[in-house]
């Protein structure tokens, strides 16, 4: 086993230890071992392949941290064959909402939604990968479906 060191901020080291106690952890490092292993095997299961898929990603982002608002456009323009869709809000004076619907291989919607959500200043990043299954890959969908909602 290692020790390591990190930095954390009091809010969200207060949930952790909030988590902790609701669980009934013998200490904070027991907790966190555990949550990280939870993210851990979501990840591994999320990245084995690339299914094609729609997705959601949905963060929140400081647009006065330095060169964040450009560097966050920039990625998603670098990425214009994922990207289907972009809903932007201005929740307050310091923080915006980002609402991004994507359409691409499982893996390589996560690894884009990676290089968005760990960009400092970024928050509550959360990507929600629906598979679509093989029936839905390439281009030629034909739109014979009916809209009737069951
Ligand atoms: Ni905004």
Known sequence: MQRITIS??????????????????ASRSEALR??????????DIASEDDTPSIA?????????TRDLA????EAQHAH???SVACL?????????LEVAVLRGGARTIRRFADTVVTQRGVRHGQLQVI?????????DHPHAHDHRHR
């Open 8 to 25: 954390i901020d009091d809010d969200l080291l207060a949930a952790i230890d909030r988590f902790s106690d609701r669980r009934g952890y």
């Open 34 to 43: 555990d949550m990280v292993r939870e993210a851990a095997l979501r990840e």
């Open 56 to 64: 959601t990603l949905t963060y929140v982002y400081e647009h006065h």
């Open 70 to 73: 450009r560097r966050l456009t």
């Open 80 to 82: 214009h064959d994922l």
């Open 88 to 96: 932007h809000v201005h929740v307050d004076h310091r923080d915006c």
């Open 131 to 139: 598979p679509l299954g093989e029936a839905h890959d390439g281009h």
